[in-house]
């Protein structure tokens, strides 16, 4: 697309918080510390960045437009401009990499993949227009099943390029029934917490598809296109699904699963590290819990037993105001904060898991869910708190 281009290599990436944990540089994968994401918004330095080649480049703004095509019956290009006099919409959603908490995962067989702790995800308030008013322009409805010419599933192309792809473009779909519904959110995105995009998080404009793994959330939009069949890039059809613990790399096949969109209920503990000391008395166990396709959070328990006995956390998104998950005020698409102010034993085992609204619950052993490329590590979150000695005081 004229005015955006994709750089051969790594000499023009944009500056990155020194605070980062930085899990590969090139392409630059990295997460903060899990402290941050204590605050319902998280801040854009803190966001996650996620990439599979050089952070493309914009030399002229002006230029810059996106294509919608493929099997509709008026095709148009779109400038950034005429995106941004669309209806404009602001949805509170939370992006996951389906690999978050893989390096947890990784501890009981190794697996394939970037190494993340529990901070691959993030919440923001993303402001743009409607996916489902942009196909209106192409003469798709609102809540469509296929296009006049037969499409059922819109593919987003991106400038990124990438090995896996061939030196091609990241791509990805998602089924135009929940492109052309309203309710689903979906975004072509220009602004994140009220700021434009910067760069790792897809500037000039992007895709948001609330409740759905992020790899589906295309950055640095080139092209959309309406097609018959499921998108078959990479990312699709060799990556992102989910197989059994018994499927290894030597009878692996692809085929035989579907690409994973949604993502199951999730938690993490963010205020306590893997292995850690706590002062003695009360201790705050605090963290975050979300669940795909618009599913609230029904509960979260918290451990100090290693899941002998719980106690029910607070849950809460903006305000400490007290969650409830039908509320009419509630960021359906976003995570919950939970917090809970107990004792800690002497050698606890802290656990946390999440219930959402049609009763998922996390398993409670990684085993059970391991796959080889290490996706949707959504165990129990355990970590070891003991605590520090206490210091006798003199009368001396």
């Given at each position: 697309m004229?005015?955006?281009?994709?750089?051969?290599?790594?000499?023009e990436?944009?500056?990155?918080?020194?605070?980062?944990?930085?899990n590969?540089?090139?392409?630059?994968?990295?997460?903060?510390?899990?402290?941050?994401?204590?605050?319902?918004?998280?801040?854009?330095?803190?966001?996650?960045?996620?990439?599979?080649?050089?952070?493309?480049?914009?030399?002229?703004?002006?230029?810059?437009?996106?294509?919608?095509?493929?099997?509709?019956?008026?095709?148009?290009?779109?400038?950034?401009?005429?995106?941004?006099?669309?209806?404009?919409?602001?949805?509170?959603?939370?992006?996951?990499?389906?690999?978050?908490?893989?390096?947890?995962?990784?501890?009981?067989?190794?697996?394939?993949?970037?190494?993340?702790?529990?901070?691959?995800?993030?919440?923001?308030?993303?402001?743009?227009?409607k996916?489902?008013d942009?196909?209106?322009?192409?003469?798709?409805?609102?809540?469509?099943?296929?296009?006049?010419?037969?499409?059922?599933?819109?593919?987003?192309?991106?400038?990124?390029?990438?090995?896996?792809e061939?030196?091609?473009?990241?791509?990805?779909?998602?089924?135009?029934?929940?492109?052309?519904?309203?309710?689903?959110?979906?975004?072509?995105?220009?602004?994140?917490?009220g700021?434009?995009?910067?760069?790792?998080?897809?500037?000039?404009?992007?895709?948001i598809?609330?409740?759905?793994?992020?790899?589906?959330?295309?950055?640095?939009?080139?092209?959309?296109?309406?097609?018959?069949?499921?998108?078959?890039?990479?990312?699709?059809?060799?990556?992102?699904?989910?197989?059994?613990?018994?499927?290894?790399?030597d009878?692996?096949?692809?085929?035989?699963?579907?690409?994973?969109?949604?993502?199951?209920?999730?938690?993490?503990?963010?205020?306590?590290e893997?292995?850690?000391?706590?002062?003695?008395?009360?201790?705050?166990?605090?963290?975050?819990?979300?669940?795909?396709?618009?599913r609230?959070?029904?509960?979260?328990?918290?451990?100090?037993?290693?899941?002998?006995?719980?106690?029910?956390?607070?849950?809460?998104?903006?305000?400490?105001?007290?969650?409830?998950?039908?509320?009419?005020?509630?960021?359906?698409?976003?995570?919950?904060?939970f917090k809970?102010?107990?004792?800690?034993?002497?050698?606890?085992?802290?656990?946390?898991?999440?219930?959402?609204?049609?009763?998922?619950?996390?398993?409670?052993?990684?085993?059970?869910i391991?796959?080889?490329?290490?996706?949707?590590?959504?165990?129990?979150?355990?970590?070891?708190?003991?605590?520090a000695?206490?210091?006798?005081?003199?009368n001396?």
């Amino acid at each position: 697309m004229p005015g955006l281009r994709a750089p051969a290599d790594y000499s023009e990436e944009p500056p990155r918080h020194p605070s980062l944990k930085v899990n590969a540089k090139e392409p630059f994968n990295a997460e903060p510390h899990r402290s941050a994401l204590l605050s319902y918004i998280t801040p854009i330095d803190f966001f996650y960045k996620r990439n599979h080649g050089p952070i493309p480049v914009v030399d002229d703004i002006e230029r810059y437009g996106v294509s919608v095509g493929g099997l509709v019956k008026k095709p148009i290009e779109l400038s950034i401009f005429e995106i941004r006099k669309l209806p404009k919409y602001n949805v509170v959603a939370t992006l996951q990499c389906a690999g978050n908490r893989r390096t947890a995962m990784s501890k009981t067989r190794t697996v394939k993949g970037v190494g993340w702790d529990v901070a691959a995800i993030g919440n923001a308030i993303w402001g743009g227009a409607k996916l489902a008013d942009v196909l209106e322009l192409v003469g798709i409805s609102h809540s469509s099943t296929y296009s006049p010419l037969g499409g059922k599933h819109v593919e987003f192309v991106s400038i990124d390029k990438c090995k896996e792809e061939n030196g091609g473009p990241y791509k990805a779909s998602i089924p135009i029934r929940q492109a052309t519904n309203p309710e689903d959110d979906v975004l072509l995105a220009y602004e994140m917490n009220g700021e434009t995009l910067n760069r790792d998080h897809g500037f000039p404009l992007r895709v948001i598809v609330p409740g759905v793994i992020g790899a589906r959330s295309v950055k640095w939009l080139d092209s959309i296109n309406i097609i018959e069949e499921e998108c078959q890039g990479f990312f699709m059809q060799k990556d992102y699904k989910m197989f059994p613990p018994s499927v290894n790399w030597d009878n692996i096949n692809w085929f035989t699963r579907k690409a994973q969109m949604d993502f199951p209920v999730q938690s993490a503990i963010c205020t306590l590290e893997d292995v850690d000391v706590v002062k003695p008395g009360k201790v705050t166990i605090a963290g975050y819990a979300v669940s795909g396709g618009g599913r609230g959070i029904e509960r979260v328990d918290v451990s100090v037993d290693g899941g002998k006995t719980w106690l029910e956390a607070e849950r809460y998104q903006r305000g400490n105001i007290p969650y409830q998950s039908d509320d009419v005020h509630t960021d359906k698409w976003a995570w919950v904060l939970f917090k809970a102010v107990i004792d800690i034993p002497e050698n606890a085992v802290v656990v946390a898991k999440a219930v959402d609204t049609a009763s998922n619950v996390q398993p409670d052993n990684v085993e059970v869910i391991w796959n080889l490329r290490g996706i949707l590590n959504t165990s129990w979150h355990k970590v070891q708190a003991r605590r520090a000695p206490q210091v006798a005081i003199s009368n001396l």
